[in-house]
């Protein structure tokens, strides 16, 4: 059962749907033989195990497995208490996924407000309002929610993702840069954020024709699609993204140093074509070394996007 006992690879099983179905098909198997409920504290308890009940908690929740996923918040409810903010957190999310029509829903939303009103800085239950507004399309609320959240938690890089998202949804391109903006500086090095805000700022300069300003903007994208290769030579995503911002500044030539007048900060056309040229020889040895490995199950869509695109280069 070495799929739900790495628990420092508990992230990827969420994310990727194989590996989550993979994980939660063990599940009865391992609740079966863990130790029983009653069981006393022990000397070989460990959080690493408090950790694989969440995780499979959260994996059942995915592939439909409710009857395991209740016995794992059964566990964890009489490991820490009922009164535990991460095990209300937990319960909310359960109660949601179970849900069987929007009433329920709207049920567990005015229990979460009941509990704030008696703790309002119960953060799982917090975010859990937040993710519930959003998922029931109230999205003005779940932003105001999220906003209001970050306020009093700057750090959170992962609250700060979800209002990107949100603004995203409601065509808010500015103020989802800033919040990605917001997460890196909680996270500075992570590779997939700085390649998120790289894809908003390039998408934020579809919708006008390039000139002086949308050239600054595009060569910011480019800067953080290389800043995302620099920490993850292998990252598609960025790759991708690198290759689109490239050509299209190469396309405007006017606006490159050396051309514009404007003194905008954006490179000469010699170091984008040098920077387009490294992208597609770097996504080119990735599609090959693809295609003589096995691809991690949810980075295949990516590599098969970045596959086409050098094909049509």
């Not at 991460?86 to 849900?99: D, F, N, V």
């Not at 500015?174 to 894809?199: C, D, K, M, T, Y």
């Not at 990252?235 to 396309?251: D, E, M, N, Q």
């Amino acid at each position: 059962m070495d799929v739900i006992q790495g628990v420092g690879d508990q992230s990827f099983g969420l994310s990727h749907p194989s590996s989550a179905l993979h994980a939660s098909q063990q599940a009865p198997a391992f609740l079966q033989n863990s130790f029983s409920s009653w069981a006393p504290l022990t000397a070989a308890e460990t959080s690493d195990q408090w950790a694989t009940y969440e995780y499979l908690l959260l994996v059942c929740l995915r592939t439909g497995d409710d009857k395991s996923a209740h016995l794992c918040l059964n566990r964890l409810t009489e490991r820490f208490g009922p009164a535990n903010e991460r095990i209300m957190g937990l319960r909310g999310l359960y109660q949601e996924a179970t849900a069987k029509d929007a009433s329920t829903l709207q049920s567990i939303l005015q229990d979460y407000d009941n509990i704030l009103k008696e703790n309002a800085v119960n953060v799982p239950i917090l975010k859990r309002r937040a993710a519930l507004l959003r998922s029931l399309g109230r999205d003005d609320e779940a932003i105001s929610a999220l906003v209001d959240y970050v306020e009093a938690f700057p750090t959170d890089a992962e609250a700060w993702c979800e209002l990107a998202d949100c603004y995203q949804d409601n065509a808010m391109c500015a103020q989802a840069i800033f919040s990605v903006e917001e997460a890196l500086l909680v996270l500075p090095n992570s590779w997939n954020l700085h390649a998120r805000l790289g894809e908003l700022l390039y998408i934020s300069t579809t919708s006008t024709t390039v000139d002086a300003s949308s050239a600054q903007t595009l060569a910011r994208s480019m800067r953080h699609f290389l800043r995302g290769i620099e920490l993850c030579d292998s990252f598609a995503r960025a790759l991708y993204g690198l290759i689109l911002v490239t050509t299209k500044l190469l396309k405007h030539p006017e606006y490159l140093s050396g051309n514009n007048t404007s003194g905008i900060k954006v490179p000469s056309k010699e170091v984008i074509e040098e920077v387009n040229s490294m992208a597609l020889h770097k996504s080119e040895e990735l599609v090959r070394l693809q295609q003589s490995h096995s691809t991690p199950h949810g980075a295949q869509g990516d590599f098969l996007a970045l596959k086409e695109l050098v094909q049509q280069k």
